[in-house]
């Protein structure tokens, strides 16, 4: 797996995949819509502005992966805080995710579903043909990114890759070991994201 993403002219990006690369990005992208959630379904006869002023969770998720995803947005390990201010980090997220975390969840739902959407169309088009060409737009490939992202980050949690480190040694983990496709997905997943930003660079 060495595919990698080059600048279409006029913004966006290209990127070819072979039906198998197809298969285990679709499936990485589903999955992570799986651990995300399904969205709130409207209330039928609800106003849907009142979607607009839903409050979501105040606590950080539960599962390692998920509180990646959707961190806190003041104190953290890395802050030495006293009592007092660890208390007040804490109510300011407390706070800030209610307001954020519904709308943070949506966007990386819809970036998760375009990927899913564009390797669909892919898939569909070059059925039995061979090697595809997947072309991005520009908010195309901004949705690809957020999920490529998300998908690292969840996936670096599982395989508990750190701030610190670079996941570097799994890479010399034996061929027997259960998490070498995890770990072979996560740095594929990274060349991608590497250069799918470099398209989106002026």
């Known amino acids: 797996m060495a595919g990698h993403f ?4 006029g913004g966006g990006a290209r990127l070819a995949l072979d039906e198998v690369e197809i298969s285990i ?4 992208a589903v999955q992570l819509l799986e ?11 609800r106003d849907p502005l009142d979607a607009l002023f839903a409050e979501g969770p105040t606590k950080p998720p539960a599962d ?13 390990p890395d802050r030495k ?7 007040a980090a804490r109510a300011a997220s407390a706070e800030f995710r209610r307001y954020t ?12 579903l375009a990927v899913v959407r564009g390797l669909d169309a892919l ?10 060409v997947l072309e991005l737009s520009p908010e195309q490939s901004r949705q690809w990114l957020g999920a490529l992202n998300d998908l690292r980050l969840a996936i670096g949690t599982r395989l508990e890759v750190t701030d610190e480190d670079d996941g570097g040694e799994l890479l010399r983990l ?14 594929w997943l990274g060349g991608l994201q590497e250069t799918l930003v470099e398209t989106l660079m002026p």
């Not at 034996?174 to 740095?187: G, I, L, Q, T």
């Open 35 to 45: 651990l995300i959630g399904p969205g709130a379904e409207p209330v039928e006869g």
């Open 64 to 76: 390692p992966a998920l509180a990646r995803l959707f961190p806190d947005a003041y104190g953290g």
């Open 81 to 87: 805080l006293g009592a007092e201010e660890e208390a």
């Open 101 to 112: 975390e519904n709308d943070l969840r949506a966007r990386k739902r819809e970036d998760a």
């Open 25 to 28: 990005l679709r499936s990485l």
């Open 123 to 132: 898939a569909g088009a070059d059925a039995g043909a061979g090697p595809g």
């Open 6 to 9: 080059e600048p279409l002219p």
């Open 174 to 187: 034996p061929d027997s070991d259960p998490r070498k496709p995890m770990v072979m997905a996560y740095f």
